[in-house]
């Protein structure tokens, strides 16, 4: 058996036998901007095989090559790496390292979005809940314990924009009322894959993509045309059906709520802000501020009374209004 080395600090020089043995993967972990991993420890690749990497001052790209592996600093001696491990080396470093975690405020809630999508369809099916964000569409429940929902799109007149689309249209997706995107452009995480890297990567990441205060049920398509755009107080353009009140400009890259949603969507931003150091505009910050000044629907107050009963955690700006209001 090969004898172990010994390293105690990070090695000088960069040893690869065989670049080739490398894969994509791997290069993908070591695509973390400017962040400092040491790994003095051996880590099992297989019951035959070890690997011990030591990673310092990691600036790599998924197109790297053996040169600028070197010129960059990317100290790695190691045996075999195969693509099978390549998660478990990536979410072993992670937790060692505290990739990507950001000092957020802690809560109670799901510590990953499959996990709060399980709950909010469960959730769904209590009287009361099932409904859709924006339009109130009713929600529909099929297939296995009716964990597929869609919304019956009768009840709430909805008309299709987009019949290319139409699919979404016909299912319930969960919509980030603050777009996840703007709380992981702020993470290094992100910088190094976009989201699908931070939900590999950063514990902290998946906790902010997770939390209920910022997730509603929505008509997929709705949840598609909004993306990652702002609201909007007034706009012109596609009404889906609501008598003007959900309005989508493509070309403004807006969405105009309900008035009756604008408090709750203003509160959110703001719990958003502080929870997640979430930095806006100056302008839009105007204009969330003096939504979330105006009054709570029952529907928010029973939402944020039911997420506090069962996590422990909610949105205190809407807990203080619905007190104010007298709203149970």
């Known amino acids: 058996m090969q004898k172990k080395p010994n390293i105690t600090k990070p090695i000088n020089l960069i040893t690869i036998t065989t670049f080739d043995t490398i894969p994509p993967q791997t290069l993908k972990f070591c695509s973390i901007i400017k962040t400092k991993l040491t790994i003095n420890s051996e880590m099992t690749i297989n019951k035959t095989s070890l690997a011990i990497i030591t990673v310092t001052s990691i600036l790599c790209s998924t197109n790297a090559n053996a040169d600028m592996l070197t010129s960059l600093g990317l100290r790695v001696l190691t045996e075999k790496i195969t693509s099978h491990h390549n998660k478990e080396l990536i979410d072993q470093s992670a937790k060692n390292n505290n990739v990507g975690g950001e000092n957020?405020?802690?809560?109670?809630?799901?510590?990953?979005?499959?996990?709060?999508?399980?709950?909010?369809?469960?959730?769904?099916?209590?009287?009361?809940?099932?409904?859709?964000?924006?339009?109130?569409?009713?929600?529909?429940?099929?297939?296995?314990?009716?964990?597929?929902?869609?919304?019956?799109?009768?009840?709430?007149?909805?008309?299709?924009?987009?019949?290319?689309?139409?699919?979404?249209?016909?299912?319930?997706?969960?919509?980030?009322?603050?777009?996840?995107?703007?709380?992981?452009?702020?993470?290094?995480?992100?910088?190094?894959?976009?989201?699908?890297?931070?939900?590999?990567?950063?514990?902290?990441?998946?906790?902010?993509?997770?939390?209920?205060?910022?997730?509603?049920?929505?008509?997929?398509?709705?949840?598609?045309?909004?993306?990652?755009?702002?609201?909007?107080?007034?706009?012109?353009?596609?009404?889906?059906?609501?008598?003007?009140?959900?309005?989508?400009?493509?070309?403004?890259?807006?969405?105009?709520?309900?008035?009756?949603?604008?408090?709750?969507?203003?509160?959110?931003?703001?719990?958003?802000?502080?929870?997640?150091?979430?930095?806006?505009?100056?302008?839009?910050?105007?204009?969330i501020t003096a939504w979330s000044k105006l009054p709570a629907t029952k529907r928010e107050c029973r939402y944020n009374a039911r997420i506090q009963k069962d996590f422990g955690s909610s949105n205190p700006l809407t807990t203080n209004i619905c007190k104010s209001q007298h709203i149970g």
């Not at 709060?116 to 009713?138: I, P, S």
């Not at 529909?140 to 689309?165: A, E, I, Q």
């Open 104 to 287: 957020f405020k802690k809560t109670n809630f799901p510590s990953n979005f499959p996990a709060t999508k399980r709950y909010l369809k469960k959730l769904a099916q209590v009287e009361g809940f099932g409904y859709t964000f924006y339009d109130n569409c009713k929600i529909t429940f099929h297939g296995k314990n009716k964990m597929s929902l869609k919304p019956d799109l009768s009840t709430c007149n909805y008309k299709v924009r987009n019949f290319n689309n139409i699919y979404r249209a016909k299912r319930i997706e969960f919509e980030h009322i603050v777009p996840i995107s703007w709380i992981g452009k702020q993470m290094k995480c992100w910088q190094a894959g976009g989201r699908k890297n931070c939900e590999k990567v950063s514990s902290a990441f998946n906790h902010a993509e997770a939390n209920l205060v910022n997730l509603q049920p929505s008509v997929g398509e709705i949840n598609g045309d909004r993306s990652y755009f702002r609201y909007a107080d007034k706009l012109t353009g596609w009404d889906y059906g609501s008598n003007g009140q959900v309005i989508f400009s493509k070309e403004d890259k807006r969405l105009q709520p309900p008035a009756e949603f604008k408090g709750w969507i203003g509160r959110v931003h703001l719990y958003m802000k502080d929870t997640y150091g979430l930095k806006i505009s100056s302008s839009y910050e105007r204009m």
